[in-house]
């Protein structure tokens, strides 16, 4: 059974830092594509960054520069770490895999960024 299991989100000033993990189990953690989203409130959910098979990265313009997205396949692990934190940020923070037409996604971490 695919599982995706997000930590690492909670409350922080603008300006702050928070690393975010996702923790797979159930796959060969290798191989597809693994993402960041997130969803303020409302029905959208945006594409934050995203990293290859091959470790070949994408960002969402808005984070570009600030959030740096790794995988770690030892230990079955995606990052993003988020620096210069923005209000605009908070969010609720999701995992992606995508394998093929497969997607599989966490349950979730809410990040607030406020003062």
């Known amino acids: 059974q695919v599982q995706l299991v997000e930590s690492g989100g909670g409350s922080v000033q603008p300006g702050g830092s928070l690393r975010l993990s996702c923790a797979a189990s159930?796959?060969?953690?290798?191989?597809?594509?693994m993402g960041w989203y997130r969803q303020a409130p409302g029905p959208q959910r945006e594409l934050v960054a995203t990293?290859?098979?091959?470790?070949?990265?994408n960002y969402a313009d808005s984070v570009k520069g600030r959030f740096t997205i790794s995988r770690d396949n030892a230990k079955n692990t995606l990052y993003l770490q988020m620096n210069s934190l923005k209000p605009e940020d908070t969010a609720v923070y999701y995992c992606?895999?995508?394998?093929?037409?497969?997607?599989?996604w966490g349950q979730g971490t809410q990040v607030t960024v406020s003062s």
């Open positions: 990293i290859t098979g091959s470790d070949i990265t």
């Open positions: 992606q895999r995508r394998l093929y037409t497969t997607i599989t």
């Open positions: 159930g796959i060969n953690f290798s191989i597809g594509s």
